[in-house]
């Protein structure tokens, strides 16, 4: 009969040494990167709030990107003026909120979490600095605008919008961009809208398509000095409205202007 075989020893452990070897690398959790577009509230810095600032602090971050009237916040938490605005300006001081300003309500102190940036609702949009209308931009844009309907004779706001990415590239416009100032020329009667029958000034413009071409009447004189005619906002104002003549302080300006 054969000897039997013994079995193999089992294999050793190598002996645990203090330094990890040379390649490897402490396993990391893993981190889910901040949506840009949708920011979610923090549990840790909720739980680090006393009761009045994390309900002020969580009030403000549901509003999103169009922030908070100090006032809206005060009704809703019913605290008094003197708490809102000491909670309030505790939170801007860590960093949690900031104070924006509202190019339709400038005298509202609107507050917003600093994890959002302000909608161009709030800003105004391209055409505003600093809560301002850039009026300079904005005519500088009416001036490529009318430049592209000069060259084409008629065009929609996609040929303009087009034409002036090709002459410079780097534009940076929109399209909804260039069809606000678009609006604009056609309410200070510099361009006119259209229907195109497809002959002659209107040849590159399909038929029944609406388009754009220089009025009939005479270009400048005193409508290109009034602000209404460069504001990119001029539909939005009415005389009862939140936008309107009697709250511009560009129109009030040019009114006190000597001609």
């Known amino acids: 009969m054969p000897p039997r075989k013994r079995p193999a020893p089992p294999l050793e452990e190598p002996p645990p040494s203090s330094k990890p070897a040379p390649d490897a690398k402490p396993s990391e959790p893993t981190k889910s990167g901040p949506d840009s577009e949708t920011p979610t509230i923090s549990a840790t810095v ?7 600032e994390r309900q002020v602090y969580t009030l403000i971050f549901e509003a999103g990107n169009k922030g908070m009237w100090l006032l809206d916040v005060r009704k809703k938490l019913n605290i008094s003026p003197n708490i ?21 309500y400038r005298s509202r102190k ?5 994890d959002f940036q302000p909608s161009d609702e709030i800003t105004g949009g391209t055409w505003y600095h600093d809560g301002k209308l850039d009026t300079d931009a904005v005519s500088a ?8 309907v000069e060259k084409l004779g008629a065009a929609t706001v996609q040929m303009i919008h087009n034409g002036i990415l ?7 416009y929109t399209i909804d961009k260039i069809r606000d100032i678009v609006r604009t020329m056609v309410l200070d009667k510099v361009l006119e809208e259209v229907k195109s029958t497809g002959e002659g000034e ?3 413009v399909r038929s029944g398509t609406m388009c754009y071409r220089l009025a ?4 400048g004189g005193m ?28 129109y009030k300006k040019w009114l006190q202007m000597d001609f």
Request: charged residues 25%; positive net charge; glycine residues 6%.
């Open 46 to 52: 909720l739980a680090k709030l006393p009761n009045m």
């Open 84 to 104: 809102a605005t000491k909670v309030v300006r505790t939170l801007v001081t860590h960093h949690l909120l900031k104070e924006v300003s509202d190019v339709r």
């Open 110 to 114: 609107i507050f917003m979490a600093t």
């Open 141 to 148: 844009v009416r001036r490529r605008c009318q430049a592209q």
């Open 166 to 172: 090709r002459d410079d590239p780097k534009a940076g």
């Open 202 to 204: 209107f040849a590159a």
């Open 216 to 219: 009939g009447a005479a270009q």
């Open 223 to 250: 409508m290109e000095g009034i602000p209404c005619g460069v504001c990119p906002r001029i539909d939005e104002c009415s005389p009862d409205g939140v936008i309107s003549p009697s709250t511009c302080v560009y």
